[in-house]
């Protein structure tokens, strides 16, 4: 089992930056697949970017290619969405959820945090 918690939201202008991590506990984190999704207002949640065990693997939506980037660091048991050119259209909670396959982690992971709120004002 593993427990996700979510930190580095805030409010940030358009073009701006901000770096979301996701820190898990439980001892087999370096065993499972983690991804960020996002939920707007009134819109349904949507995946985002998605990490593999070790780092060899990510995949991300298209909306977020070349602006985003996940990574992981397992010795800190954390996971990271680097965010850059912020856009208005990408304000929402951000949510981390983790599962031990990086086919099911990218539409139904078993885990999730609680989420972070990030707002981008134009």
């Known amino acids: 089992q593993v427990q996700l918690v979510e930190s580095g939201g805030g409010l940030v202008q358009a073009g701006g930056s901000l770096r979301l991590s996701c820190a898990a506990s439980g001892r087999t984190f370096s065993s499972y697949a983690i991804a960020w999704f996002r939920q707007a207002p009134g819109k349904k949640r949507e995946f985002v970017a998605a990490?593999?065990?070790?780092?060899?693997?990510?995949n991300y939506a298209d909306s977020v290619k070349g602006r985003f980037t996940i990574s992981r660091d397992n010795a800190k048991n954390t996971v990271y969405l680097q965010m850059n050119s912020l856009r208005p259209e990408d304000t929402a909670v951000y949510y981390c959820a983790a599962d031990q396959s990086r086919l099911v982690v990218v539409t139904s992971p078993g885990y999730w945090g609680q989420g972070t709120q990030v707002t981008v004002s134009s």
């Open positions: 990490i593999n065990w070790n780092g060899g693997y990510t």
